[in-house]
C-alpha cells in the first residue's frame, strides 16, 4: 500500500460529498468571524499592546505555569476576571478548545456521568473522551431531558456526580440554553452546571458577563469563557468555586504540559475586559444590528435565531457551498456550514453580525444573499 492511502481515500470521499474543506483568505465584508464587538483589529486594543510592550512583558512565557512560565501578568488576569465574572477563583489557558480539554477530562471522576447538550462544542467531546466519566448526550436545550437521564441514571445504581455540559449560546443555530431550569435541575439532583458561555461573553449581561451572570457565585457553577470572539484576543478563562482552580493546576494534564499563554496576551485579555465594561455602547449597536438584520431576513421568509449568529438552513453540502461562494463572488465573507461540524443533512450559511458592518452593508448582503439562494 503507497503512503498516506487511507488519508487520500478520506479526503476523496469528502470530495464526494463536498464536504472537503480547505483555508480561506480573509476577503470581503466580514459576516463570518467571531470579533463581534470589532475588538480585534482595535485602535483600543493596539494602544494597550503598546502599553504592555514599554512596560516590558514578554511574547512568550518560556515554559508552563508550574515552571518559570507564571507570570504576574497571568496571575493579575486571573484575580480581575474571578471578580469580573462573580466567581471565587479563575484560570487562564491559551485557547477555549484547551480549557474544555481540560475541564472535561479532569473533573469528572470515575462513577460520575457528564450529561451533555447534543450540540455542545467538539472541544467538550474531546475532553469527555479523555476523561473517566461516562456520558450521554440529551436533547438539545431541552431540561426535562436532563432530569430524566440523571434520574434514570440514579435508578440504575449511579452514585457519583452527575455534571451538565451546555452552552449558553450555540455556534452553530445562535439559540440560547434555558440556564435558569438548567440550574433548577443541577440544584435538584446535587449535579454540577458546566456552562460555555464562549459566544455570549462580551456580548451578553452587565458588562458583557455573559447569560450565566445570574448564576455567579454559586458552589455548583462553573462557567468557561473564551478570550478570542467577542474579547477579540486569544485563551480562555475557566471560572468557578476555588476547588476548581486548585485542581485544574494540580491534575489538569492540559493545564500542567503545555507552556503557558504569552503574558502579553494575558494583559490584553484583562484590557478588553475593562474595554467592555467601560463602553456598553459597543454591544448596544450589535444588537441594534442584529434587530435590523433580523427584520431583512423576515422579509425574505427566513428565522432568526435571536443572537449576533444567523444559520441559513440549506441542507444540501452542494447548494450550500454553491450560494457561499456565490455571496464570496458579490464580496461578502460568508461560509458554508457542513457535516460533521453540524448534524448531517443540515448544511447551512452560517452568518455573524458584528460591529464591523452597518445597516448598509447588511442591506446589501441580504439582497445578494436572495439572489444566490435563487440561483444556486
Not at 480539554?101 to 455542545?120: N, S
Not at 469563557?225 to 468555586?241: D, M, R, S
Not at 456550514?337 to 448534524?343: A, F, M, S
Amino acid at each position: 500500500m503507497p503512503p498516506f492511502a487511507p488519508h487520500r481515500a478520506d479526503l476523496a470521499a469528502l470530495d464526494a460529498d463536498d464536504r472537503r474543506r480547505a483555508l480561506a483568505p480573509r476577503e470581503g465584508l466580514d459576516f463570518a468571524s467571531n470579533d463581534y464587538l470589532g475588538l480585534a483589529d482595535s485602535e483600543a486594543l493596539r494602544a494597550a499592546l503598546a502599553e504592555g510592550m514599554a512596560r516590558g512583558l514578554p511574547a512568550g512565557s518560556g515554559g508552563s505555569r508550574l515552571l518559570r512560565g507564571n507570570h504576574e501578568a497571568h496571575e493579575a488576569l486571573e484575580v480581575f476576571a474571578a471578580r469580573h465574572y462573580g466567581s471565587e477563583a479563575a484560570l487562564f489557558f491559551p485557547t477555549g478548545f484547551a480549557a474544555n480539554a481540560a475541564l472535561f477530562a479532569t473533573l469528572p471522576q470515575r462513577g460520575d456521568l457528564v450529561i451533555h447538550d447534543a450540540l455542545i462544542h467538539a472541544s467538550a467531546h474531546d475532553g469527555m473522551k479523555l476523561g473517566r466519566a461516562g456520558r450521554i448526550d440529551a436533547r438539545h436545550n431541552d431540561p426535562q431531558s436532563f432530569d430524566d437521564i440523571i434520574a434514570r441514571w440514579r435508578r440504575g445504581g449511579g452514585t457519583g456526580t452527575p455534571w451538565i455540559a451546555v452552552e449558553s449560546l450555540y455556534s452553530m443555530d445562535g439559540d440560547r440554553a434555558p440556564l435558569a431550569d438548567l440550574a433548577a435541575v443541577a440544584e435538584r439532583h446535587d449535579a454540577i452546571l458546566v456552562v460555555d458561555e464562549a459566544h455570549a461573553t462580551g456580548v451578553y449581561g452587565p458588562n458583557g458577563q455573559g447569560l450565566a451572570h445570574a448564576l455567579a457565585g454559586r458552589g455548583n457553577i462553573v462557567t468557561l469563557h473564551t478570550c478570542g470572539k467577542a474579547l477579540g484576543c486569544e485563551g480562555a478563562l475557566i471560572c468557578g468555586p476555588q476547588i476548581v482552580r486548585d485542581f485544574l493546576i494540580n491534575r489538569g494534564r492540559p493545564f500542567i504540559f503545555s507552556t503557558a499563554p504569552s503574558p502579553l496576551m494575558a494583559w490584553l485579555v484583562r484590557h478588553a475586559l475593562e474595554l467592555i465594561a467601560n463602553e456598553p455602547e459597543r454591544a448596544a449597536r450589535l444588537h441594534q444590528l442584529v434587530g435590523h438584520a433580523e427584520k431583512r431576513l423576515a422579509a425574505m421568509g427566513l428565522g432568526a435565531s435571536g443572537s449576533q449568529i444567523l444559520p441559513i438552513p440549506i441542507g444540501d453540502n452542494g447548494r450550500t457551498m454553491r450560494v457561499a461562494a456565490a455571496l464570496q463572488r458579490a464580496g461578502f465573507d460568508i461560509r458554508g456550514i457542513r457535516p460533521p461540524t453540524v448534524p448531517e443533512g443540515s448544511a447551512r450559511l452560517r452568518i455573524a453580525i458584528t460591529l464591523h458592518v452597518d445597516e448598509m452593508g447588511i442591506d446589501r448582503m441580504t439582497d445578494s444573499l436572495a439572489a444566490a439562494m435563487a440561483g444556486a
